[in-house]
């Protein structure tokens, strides 16, 4: 009984992070076949050489899969509860997001005052002990038909915990909006469907009573063309992923 208590309670403790989850997987599934190594004496040499491949095959097959989630998805293998104080996490990932913004304006010539209002803007995110769970409750829908154009500003907000679901026009976008509830809608101006097709998903939107705040993140960042969109209902317009970045968090974390 004791060596499954001891692996109940190792079991619990994996099981608070992915990293965790993972490692478990991969000790019930390779236990699973040795043990049917072990005790399969009906079966011939050539039923059991299945077996044995697997259990070559399958550590290379998790090593793969491992380096590709480091390299790809290393923010989502570890949670708050890794961290002796919470709050290194929560700088971790403003870190993070600092970097994702500062390689974002890199892209539009920023400046070091643009960088300094970067970290300003994430510095002043009110992420406490308390609601880092919650951070990953929060939900944007990023409309945009090149999506990878906005890989670093993406970056930024998912560093937050903040989840992003992407729609490359306005008939899918007006279709997820009405089957999820998100907290904030990103939309470039012009598409292919129209120069001015950012204005015409807005209108759709706020015709079917969603006041969803929706910011266009476009070309410009004349004042002109912000209280343009203003006056037609959004939250603003602008072009500089911090004032992008500074304007969807306040509603978030606001």
């Known amino acids: 009984m004791g060596g499954v208590s001891d692996f109940g309670q190792m079991a619990t403790g994996l099981a608070r992070n992915p990293l965790g989850i ?5 000790v019930l599934v390779y236990g699973l076949a040795v043990s049917t190594l072990i005790i399969s004496k009906i079966l011939t040499k050539y ?20 380096a590709w989630l480091v390299s790809a998805h290393s923010g989502k293998l570890f949670s708050p509860s890794d961290f002796k104080d919470e709050r290194n996490y929560i700088t971790a990932q403003q870190q993070v997001a600092v970097a994702s913004l500062g390689a974002a304006s890199g892209r539009r010539t920023s400046s070091f ?7 300003s803007s994430v510095r002043a995110i009110n992420l406490t002990e308390s609601n880092a769970y919650q951070m990953f409750t929060r939900r944007v ?4 038909d090149k999506p990878e154009n906005n890989v670093y500003e993406m970056q930024a907000f998912k560093a937050l915990g903040i989840e992003i679901s992407l729609s490359s026009n306005t008939k899918d976008a007006l279709e997820k909006l009405l089957e999820n509830k998100y907290k904030a809608v990103i939309s470039n101006m012009g598409r292919i469907e129209g120069q001015s097709e ?5 209108k759709a939107m706020r015709e079917k009573n969603d006041a969803t705040p929706v910011f266009f993140y476009t070309s410009s960042d004349l004042p002109e063309h912000n209280m343009e969109a203003i006056s037609k209902g959004a939250s603003g317009s602008t072009n500089r992923p911090d004032e992008l970045f500074r304007r969807v968090t306040a509603i978030l974390f606001g």
Do not use: C, N, Q, T
């Open 22 to 26: 993972i490692a478990l997987f991969i």
């Open 47 to 66: 039923e059991r050489l299945p077996i044995v491949g697997f259990l070559v095959i399958f550590p290379f097959a998790v090593l793969f899969v491992f």
């Open 113 to 119: 005052d643009e960088f300094y209002d970067i970290i």
């Open 141 to 144: 829908l990023w409309v945009d």
């Open 198 to 202: 950012g204005y015409v998903l807005l």
